[in-house]
């Protein structure tokens, strides 16, 4: 066989096996990669072979497949899990001036914070509610399907360096207070006050194959459905709509959006640029 032939078909085979391990982790665990582009997902899924002494795809499959704690470091190493406190400050903002009248009509707000990753984004709500006399009356579940990064969550221990960014997007929420005020610094990390956990459950849920588990007044997933393909998206929407209180508010990420999906109808924008979303019906 001629060098080009060869390489075409070690590519071939390469395709395929990323294409059947890419269908494995869709079915076993729910994560819908297949849409992803194929060169930055190729390196990824090889770094991962590599740090688990694997020498094909295949053989990570297997690996994937058989033991849930590979793939979470596989789940890492595709950096699902980027965050950042007051990540887009202008939907904080909007959440404050527009969510936060509605929630002090209520004598109990409770919070859904799906795919709430290492729980930057929990923090930035408990704080956000904290400064506006809500949290002592409102509980926040903030799920993942990761427990790697939950723990993480719980730990409330973020790196240092981080700090300025974070800070930077607080004021630009329109943050009230020095933003110090809620973290010691402990070495190189900043340690959130367990104060602003006080009224958090950090628990474990896929959004692809687990039920509702309670009514909630507000439910919060930034950045995580889009990653998922159409139909999965259209199954999450379904699961949102059956846990929101009739005039709840379903918030997303600045990328994602409830157009064209079956619950389109069913929601009235409170702040269309800022995916702020009220269901209706
Ligand atoms: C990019 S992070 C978004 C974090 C945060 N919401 C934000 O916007 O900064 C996506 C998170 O969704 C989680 N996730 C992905 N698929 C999930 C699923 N099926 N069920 C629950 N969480 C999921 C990932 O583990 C990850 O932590």
Not at 27 to 43: E, P
Not at 120 to 146: V, W
Not at 147 to 174: C, I, K, Q, S, W
Request: proline share 2%; net charge negative.
């Amino acid at each position: 066989m001629a060098i080009e032939e060869l390489a075409r078909a070690s590519d071939d085979l390469e395709r395929i096996e990323v294409q059947l391990l890419l269908e494995a982790i869709y079915q076993h665990y729910g994560f819908d990669f297949r849409g992803y582009a194929l060169g930055s997902l190729k390196r990824r899924l090889w770094r991962r072979a590599i740090g688990e002494k694997v020498e094909t795809l295949s053989a990570l499959q297997d690996r994937v497949l058989h033991d849930p704690a590979v793939m979470e470091r596989l789940l890492l190493d595709l950096s699902i899990n980027v965050t950042a406190m007051f990540r887009d400050p202008t939907f904080f903002r909007a959440f404050r001036e527009k969510v936060v009248p509605l929630l002090r009509t209520y004598p109990f707000v409770r919070i859904w914070n799906a795919g709430c990753s290492t729980g930057e984004e929990t923090y930035s709500l408990a704080i956000l509610l904290k400064e506006e006399g809500l949290y002592e009356r409102t509980r926040i579940y903030a799920t993942d399907i990761n427990d790697r990064v939950l723990e993480r969550a719980r730990a409330g221990r973020f790196p240092l360096e981080r700090m300025r960014d974070f800070t930077a997007n607080y004021l630009r929420a329109g943050g009230q207070e020095e933003f110090s005020a809620y973290y010691t610094v402990q070495g190189d990390e900043a340690r959130f006050t367990d104060e602003l956990c006080s009224q958090v459950v950090f628990a474990q849920h896929n959004l692809v194959s687990d039920a509702p588990f309670n009514e909630f007044n507000v439910i919060v997933c930034r950045n995580v459905m889009i990653y998922f393909g159409k139909t999965l998206q259209d199954r999450v929407h379904e699961l949102f709509y059956d846990s929101l209180d009739q005039l709840g508010i379903l918030a997303m990420g600045h990328k994602e959006s409830i157009r064209f999906t079956r619950y389109e109808d069913r929601y009235e924008p409170l702040d269309a640029q800022e995916k702020l979303y009220r269901k209706m019906y």
